[in-house]
């Protein structure tokens, strides 16, 4: 897609303020990173802008990254003009613009004719949540396939690698990596008590345990596994993870005999090519529900993702204002269901 170039400076339509503001606060995607060269978004990361004067779109790229109070990150355009973005400013208005390169990539390439060009460069931070209860991972940008052209490989808390050829994801993981870092995201001093539980999966399972010492001097966890076996450990990336996998596994698995629907919740399920909405009417001890149904059939279940997937589809029918048989508000989660959320410092139950 040919670009318009104009001689004259532009004022950029997103451009960075001309106050300095305070250095930006550390969070756990920023631990363990460079040192001395730690950008978020390193030179060489493809931007794309629109230009208030003449409200064209123009190519650029991270140029320079100068490590300072604040740091700075220089982009230079397609004409050989620059902006600056101070890090405890303009980060978003950054991520903004590397955003915009990766959607015009996604949808229509750098050259139709060439491969897709690297968008994010080795040293980009992830941040990413992986579904069967595997939880949220915090991951670096490690390689990029040139052969293929849209291959970035990236490394997980955890020590494991997965390339990925969907760039959608791609800019998904690092837009949530840079938003935890403009958020304040986790905190990098956060530390966690001796008998906190933890979960890690290994090549072959999934193994349990709990944190059994720290060494304050080290920065060093002990963790004391089901088997008896025992690791430490000093990235609290890899820590972060495996306690929230902790709680998850405690919530999700170990606590299910104990009630998480009340009585009264109501459930929409779908029998014989036709829907019945219904309600928990009984919790037996070992985590069987009984549901009634609108024609007076009563069945139980003690899979959970059923009685989740029921309960969940009679939430949705309610925002969407099709459940009037329990009045103009009906109530899909009565007083004393049990909730599970991801705030800054970790996973919280609750109810």
Known sequence: MPMKLLTSAHLFLLAAAATVGVVRSQTLVTSGMDSANPALLPVGTLVY????DCQCWFRGKVDEFVLGDPSVYTV???????????DST??????????????FVIEVGENPDDVPPQVYMVGTPTYYHFDDDQGWYYGTITDFDDDDGDGYTVTWSDGSEQTYSDL???????????TQVISGGDDPQIAFDVGTPVRYKFPKNWWGGKITSYNANEGEYKVTWSDGSWNKY????????????????KVGYEDVPDQVYPVGSLVYTEFSEKFFKGKITDFKKGGTYEVTYSDGNVKTYSDMKD?????????????????????????PYPIGTRVYYHFPSGWYNGY
């Open 307 to 331: 009685i989740v997937e029921m309960v969940n589809a009679a939430a949705d029918l309610v925002l969407s204002g099709g459940y009037k048989s329990e009045g103009d508000y009906p109530n």
């Open 90 to 103: 303009d980060l978003d208005k950054l991520l903004r613009v590397v955003n915009h390169a990766a959607d």
């Open 49 to 52: 802008g629109l230009f208030d």
């Open 168 to 178: 959608r994801q791609v800019r998904t993981m690092v837009n949530q990596a840079i």
């Open 76 to 86: 230079r355009w397609a004409d050989d003009t620059t902006t600056d973005y101070f």
């Open 234 to 249: 000093t990235d609290l990336k890899a820590m972060k993870q495996m306690v929230d996998q902790g709680a998850m596994w």
